[in-house]
């Protein structure tokens, strides 16, 4: 069921779909394997599909995950890494209005699949200005980005990257770079991503993207949670 009677803007299929990826995962199916099932078995669009992947997860492994967070707060005093594609990919679908789901981990999440599709635009300064503008409250000792370079304009979102910090009087620096989470582990007292992956080998995680969209455009996040 539905938590309530709280209506969530998303199919029955995909609230039935979530619940069996649910299940599958704590069986100890491997997630490619347990979405490309599901998704088959009741016909889900790309978008759905996406929703499974990267916005649901095992008890036990949600709540290793949550275990994880930390909140802005946190983050004073502190170095920072920041997955920048991952982070500015996030906030500009909420720029664009797209949905934003709160996933079963505490992370807040697009499901918009664009990363290696990414394109530099106006989008892309916005974003970073409502980043950094949040950050700064916080006084974090050091911001690194770090972005990757396969990604066209890379080294340019890099150095605007670089001039804003500038701009903005936060200490910090920009990079372009191939092996993103490798770095960004390893430089960051504190890591913001909500890559599943870099979440799992990191000690410490700052949902950046997140918490600037609960802060400015909290209705557009769709609480999986609610599914029960």
């Known amino acids: 069921m539905v938590e309530g009677n709280t209506f969530l803007p998303i199919s029955i299929n995909l609230i039935e ?48 995950h949550k275990r994880k967070i930390v909140s802005p707060t946190h983050i004073k005093g502190k170095k920072v890494a920041v997955d920048g594609f991952n982070v500015l990919i996030t906030i500009e679908s909420a720029l664009m209005g797209k949905k934003i789901f709160l996933c079963d981990d505490g992370f807040i999440r697009d499901t918009s699949a664009i990363f290696g599709k990414y394109k530099f635009s106006n989008l892309t300064k916005l974003s970073l200005e409502l980043t950094l503008n949040f950050l700064k409250k916080y006084k974090p000792k050091f911001i690194a980005f770090f972005f990757d370079s396969p990604i066209s304009k890379s080294g340019e979102i890099a150095g605007l990257t670089r001039f804003l910090l500038k701009k903005h009087g936060i200490p910090g620096d920009a990079k372009a770079i191939k092996q993103v989470d490798k770095a960004v582990i390893e430089q960051g007292e504190i890591v913001a991503s909500s890559d599943h992956i870099i979440i799992e080998r990191a000690k410490h995680v700052l949902d950046l ?5 609960k802060e400015k455009y909290p209705q557009l996040i769709i609480d999986l949670n609610k599914v029960k």
């Open 17 to 64: 779909a979530i619940r069996d990826m649910r299940y599958l995962l704590s069986r100890g199916y491997k997630r490619e394997l347990a979405v490309n099932f599901i998704a088959n078995r009741y016909m889900l669009s790309k978008d759905e599909k996406a929703i499974l992947y990267r916005a649901v997860y095992s008890k036990l492994q949600a709540a290793e």
């Open 209 to 213: 993207a997140g918490e600037i969209i």
